[in-house]
């Protein structure tokens, strides 16, 4: 139990284009999700956090026109990464908690690695 | 505000060697604590995690924690390494429903 996937693993965009990374929640409810960046050999930065049905709440430093989060439904999040540069390019790692979760126990998916060219 | 230090971007062993990995909590609050692992190119996978009660936790693959409320500290230990234990370890402390996490440290197991 308590899998998180995400959509693509991986992907190659144009600079300027938009790109949108999904997280799902497959076997419970997510009633929070959070998105962090990670750089090669460093560690997760957290972006924002995510509340099922309303606005994310962002880090300081994150631009919220610049990564869009959607957390429209109990099992989705998504990220979109708006106008992406090279400097955009990095591994996206989201988690998923649910209310039954104790602790603050997340569920992890495996990542999806953006190059922008 | 919660922080995590973790001493020692790389530690190395040898196989069969005991595994010490150092981490060291900053919390306003009574923390919840974490130790995560990575392995490249994939998400994070839960070792352990500190709460409440028994301050000597024990995790998955043979490792354990020990918190020490008087150290701020909550070291990962495991007795004899394996090769397949090389990987990224992450500590990490909660604050409020999020995780907040150190720098991470590799270990690498020769044989």
């Known amino acids: 139990g308590a899998v998180v996937s995400q959509h693509p693993s991986w992907v190659i965009c144009k600079s300027g284009t938009s790109v949108k990374i999904e997280c799902r929640s497959l076997d419970f409810q997510a009633t929070t999700m959070f998105w962090y960046r990670q750089f090669p050999k460093q560690s997760l930065m957290l972006m924002a956090t995510s509340n099922e049905g309303s606005k994310a709440t962002y880090e300081q430093g994150v631009e919220k026109d610049k990564f869009l989060i959607n957390h429209a439904s109990l099992t989705l999040s998504t990220l979109t990464v708006t106008s992406a540069h090279p400097e955009d390019s990095s591994f996206y790692i989201c988690?998923?908690?649910?209310?039954?979760?104790?602790?603050?126990?997340?569920?992890f998916g495996p990542g999806t690695r953006l190059t922008v060219l | 505000a919660q922080s995590v230090t973790q001493l020692g971007s790389h530690v190395s062993v040898s196989e069969g060697a005991l595994v010490l990995l150092r981490c060291n909590y900053s919390?306003?609050?009574?923390?919840?604590l974490f130790w995560y692992v990575q392995y490249p190119n994939q998400g994070l996978q839960l070792l352990l995690k500190?709460?409440?009660?028994?301050?000597l936790v024990k995790g998955i693959n043979g490792f354990e924690a020990e918190f020490k409320k008087s150290e701020t500290s909550f070291h990962l230990t495991k007795p004899s390494a394996h090769m397949s234990d090389a990987a990224e370890y992450f500590c990490a402390v909660s604050r409020g429903t999020a995780l907040i996490f150190g720098k991470g440290t590799t270990l690498s197991v020769s044989s």
């Open positions: 500190y709460t409440t009660g028994a301050t």
């Open positions: 988690s998923a908690r649910s209310a039954l979760s104790s602790y603050n126990e997340q569920f």
């Open positions: 919390s306003s609050v009574p923390p919840y």
